[in-house]
């Protein structure tokens, strides 16, 4: 079964500083992994995905993972942190059952940024 | 607002009580989920639809719980006798073939059992 791993349920960095989020995956098949974002009491909005094409992903919002089969990681960096990067991140599996497609998450890391 | 909404988005009850959630998806999005948030926690799937057929429930989705959705557009999830620990957000996403994987989500319902 496909599952993902978030390493540190919260990070704090200073403004300015680099964002590195941690997640390791497990999957018996090529996996496709997302990066999700949460702000407080909203849903989930898509920061990229892999999807077995480039293994460095460029996301929105100045975000970019990534994939190291190697390492079975797909950590999510910034080179610079703003305030408003302040939020819950969540890392994401495809799987796969009964014929279609549904998404495993991970714990989420909460990302604190410091002015 | 084109986006998938939810309503309502608080819901306050008290244990034993029905509740009734209502998804609304982005409009022709064919694949419609649910998921449950604890605090703390990541969505964890509870049911998914294609259309108007529910193709999967996950064990985490009790007797108590249904999902409804009739025509292939809004969906409900409906929870019968509720506990302290249904006390969660739950989160409607929609997708389409056209969009590949990606799940589209909306705000939540924040349900507080008392």
């Known amino acids: 079964a496909q599952s993902v791993t978030q390493l540190g349920s919260h990070v704090s960095v200073s403004e300015g500083a680099l964002v590195l989020l941690r997640c390791n995956y497990s999957?018996?098949?090529?996996?496709?992994l997302f990066w999700y974002v949460q702000y407080p009491n909203q849903g989930l909005q898509l920061l990229l995905k892999y999807t077995s094409a480039a293994t460095l992903v460029k996301g929105i919002n100045g975000f970019e993972a990534e994939f190291k089969k190697s390492e079975t990681s797909f950590h999510l960096t910034k080179p610079s942190a703003h305030m408003s990067d302040a939020a819950e991140y969540f890392c994401a599996v495809r799987t796969l059952s009964g014929g279609y497609q549904k998404v495993t998450f991970g714990t989420g890391t909460k990302l604190q940024v410091i002015p | 607002d084109t986006g998938v909404s939810q309503d309502p988005r608080h819901k306050i009850t008290k244990r034993g009580q029905n509740v009734t959630f209502r998804c609304d998806p982005i409009?022709?999005?064919?694949?419609l989920y649910w998921y449950r948030q604890t605090l703390g926690q990541g969505p964890e799937f509870l049911t998914y639809f294609q259309n108007e057929a529910q193709l999967e429930k996950s064990r985490l989705l009790s007797d108590r719980f249904s999902a409804e959705r009739p025509k292939g557009s809004f969906s409900t999830l409906e929870i019968q006798r509720t506990e302290q620990g249904d006390s969660a957000m739950y989160l409607c996403a929609t997708g389409d073939t056209t969009f590949g994987d990606e799940q589209f989500f909306g705000p939540g319902t924040r349900l507080t059992v008392l």
């Open positions: 999957s018996s098949v090529p996996p496709y």
């Open positions: 409009s022709e999005h064919n694949r």
